[in-house]
């Protein structure tokens, strides 16, 4: 399973604030990030991560509108 299959995507905990999780192709949890009071720096988290661990994987935002959210 290359890089290019994962997804990450950025939620929003109502405990921690924001957070990101990495999921296989077959939706399995691989990581899950601390909580991030700023969205912001979640996203930055999540931008590193594309860049240098794992290039080509899929970004995801559902922590904002309906169901599915949005891919970035």
């Given at each position: 399973?290359?890089?290019?299959?994962?997804?990450?995507?950025?939620?929003?905990?109502?405990?921690?604030?924001?957070?990101?999780?990495l999921n296989s192709?077959?939706?399995e949890t691989l990581?899950?990030?601390?909580?991030?009071?700023?969205?912001?720096?979640?996203?930055?988290?999540?931008?590193?991560?594309?860049?240098?661990?794992?290039?080509?994987?899929?970004?995801?935002?559902?922590?904002?509108?309906?169901?599915g959210g949005i891919?970035?």
């Amino acid at each position: 399973m290359s890089a290019s299959d994962h997804k990450l995507v950025i939620f929003r905990d109502l405990k921690d604030g924001y957070r990101w999780r990495l999921n296989s192709a077959r939706g399995e949890t691989l990581e899950i990030s601390r909580g991030h009071y700023d969205k912001g720096e979640c996203e930055q988290e999540v931008h590193r991560l594309r860049e240098h661990r794992y290039p080509g994987a899929k970004v995801r935002d559902v922590s904002v509108g309906g169901i599915g959210g949005i891919e970035i």
